[in-house]
């Protein structure tokens, strides 16, 4: 063991070694000529010209950054205009923009369920942002309880269960990890019938689902629904950064005055404010995009699988392969970017079910030869048995 209060670390780093869990940082260059099939920029705005002018001219007429909370100097009618416009895009009453969609989903779940009369029903899959969140409410005095995976039955027996008179359930909408979507219908369903209240997470919706990228309650026929609260990020399908929670305006109200992760966190910058808006105005005016990264999603599912890959079918934008182990899935990772192409690498403990895998995530900007490229480079890098 090393010396020193730190020195444990050392251990630690050395077991995570061991077990193919070691990360390191990998800072990419502004004129990478890797093909990128690791970000989650779905929908191929990030360097968008009227999403980075907008980010520009953000940053020209209010700073670089917000300057404090949003209740003390960092809110601007910036802000206030890009709630407006996704409340609207989603059909919602109103709409609060955070710094993060870790801090939307930290903020929405730990003011609305910390105390003893309140039960909070999650999926065992769902994101680490739900999962902390659900712990501190947990901490608070909510309980909290499991369903089984995308398991509708399983989610309204256990919210029947529940003897406490504030009830919620936890979903994500995609899953980050296979890209595999929830019943989100039969979600709603079950808590309308058990009197429970449902917050999705829908990260990965906004801007792959539905006809016109409205995300997974316009997709389910839920648009506008008030007894359902959703959290979006503005670093996926709008390229920017920052999240959002969405909703009545008594939930929107009540998570000013009590949510931490927003009272006490400096507000989002403007230029990604911007950026944002400026995104949400391309998918509104180029609906089509959408169907485009689903296209391209299944386009590269049906190139690795021509390959001998097991791809599955594609739901939304991610595409995942399973590899036999952590060390194996960051070989398979090394090569394909040694060769060219980023690709995600996912191992425990980011992987909910414990089975490492590479994250492919596809863009509604990729050219067919790309995804041949890409499909071509990973079937000749996956390790091989005994390697």
Known sequence: ?????????????RQRAREGRSRRLRPRGHDSAMLDLAGNDYLGLARHPSVTRAAAEAARKWGAGSTGSR??????????????????????????????????????????AGDHGTHLVCDRNNHASLIDASRLAKAAG??????EHRDCASAG???ADAAEPRRFLLSDTVFSVDGDRADVAGLARVCRDNGSALLLDDA????????????ALGDAGLRGAGDVLTTVTLSKALGSQGGAVLGPRQVISHLVE?????????????????AAL?????????????????????????????????????????????????????????????????????????V????????????ADLGAAEVRHGADVIAASRPQPGE
């Open 1 to 13: 063991m090393g010396t020193g209060p730190f020195g444990w670390l050392e251990d630690s780093a």
């Open 71 to 112: 209740l003390v100097t960092g809110d601007t009618t910036l802000h206030r205009q890009l709630e407006e416009e996704l409340a609207a895009f989603y059909g919602s009453e109103d709409a609060l923009v955070f710094s993060s969609g870790y801090a939307a989903n930290m903020g929405a779940v730990t003011a609305l």
């Open 142 to 147: 909510a309980r909290v309880s499991l369903f």
């Open 157 to 159: 027996s256990a919210l």
């Open 204 to 215: 990965h919706g906004l801007g792959t689902l539905g006809t016109a990228g409205e995300g």
């Open 258 to 274: 009590t949510s931490r992760s927003f009272i006490f966190d400096t507000g989002l910058a403007p230029p990604a404010v911007g």
């Open 278 to 350: 400026a995104a949400l105005r391309l998918l509104r005016e180029q609906p089509r995009l959408a169907q485009r990264v689903r296209a391209s999603a299944d386009a590269l599912a049906s190139e690795l699988e021509a390959r001998g890959q097991d791809a599955g079918a594609p739901q939304a934008a991610v595409v995942s392969l399973r590899a036999p182990s952590p060390e194996a899935a960051v070989q398979w990772a090394e090569r394909c970017r040694e060769s060219g192409v980023r690709v995600g690498c996912f191992r425990p403990p980011s």
């Open 352 to 363: 909910p079910d414990g089975v490492s895998r590479l994250r492919l995530t596809a863009r």
